[in-house]
């Protein structure tokens, strides 16, 4: 798979003068829209001047901005392309059977050019007890944000999986604020209720953190950590595999963090087990606690 062009901006970001600085964080805060326009609509997004939009495309190794604009446009495609576009696509591919390889190659690509400190910084945000942490997800994502839910609610209080009907999710959002923590999964097509419930959150002060795809849901305009993940695979379907490594390297990540919180919090949770099914005393807690 072709590498994403954001990913190669986000890996050479220290790369570039201060002025070409502003026009990359200008294009990742609306990607790929940004670069759709006019030069000087760029230039003016970012507060720079035409020629410094000129030379950052230059320094992506784009001969001019009609070709920048080429490159933008095709991962503009690939994101909106439904699984039955893409199954048309694929249907003369050779029957070689790479996915398994996709998907071990999705994974450590994932992890080779996530941005340098989001981990860290988003896994100390996540353990600090201080904070109240919301998981939201889409249609085929919110199994992530349960899954994520129900592990960290083991090693720390406060925890809350958004889910059911869309009216029921203002309930939730009605609370949230600059104490809270919103972790938002979403990838290709994204999900407009989504987003819209990201982007209240912000605004009522809450901190965002996005788990997302090579091309980034447009909830990495207000999120402060995003955590990009490689979803293609020879399928009509996105794969979900790099998305759950982030999500478990997370859980392992907090657990580590409170590491004597958590074990007494397993320890609490095997008593209150046992007393309520006598028949549980003596196993081992798996963990699915």
Known sequence: ME?????????RLD???ATEKKAAHALMANYPMQGLGTVAQFAEAAGVSSPTILRFVGRLGFPGFAEFQKKLRS??????????????????APDRDPHVSQLIDNVRE????????????????????????????????????????????????NVNHVAGQQGNWLDQLIGIGPKDVVVVFDIRRYQAEIIQF????AKQGATVALVTDSWMSPVGRIASFVLPARVAVPSPWDSSLALMAIAEVLIAGVTRENQGRAQERMRALEKLRNEIDPLTEGRAMGPDI
């Open 3 to 11: 590498r994403p062009l954001l990913e190669d901006i986000r890996d």
């Open 15 to 17: 790369e570039f003068t």
């Open 75 to 92: 991962e503009l495609e690939s994101q909106l392309n439904s699984p039955l576009a893409r199954s048309t696509s694929m249907a003369d």
């Open 110 to 157: 994932t992890f080779a050019h996530l941005p340098k400190g989001e981990l860290t910084g988003l896994t100390k945000l996540l353990a600090d007890e201080r904070k109240t942490v919301h998981l939201i997800g889409g249609r085929f994502t919110d199994g992530l944000a349960r899954y994520m839910a129900a592990h960290l609610r083991i090693v720390r209080p």
């Open 198 to 201: 990201a982007e209240a959150a």
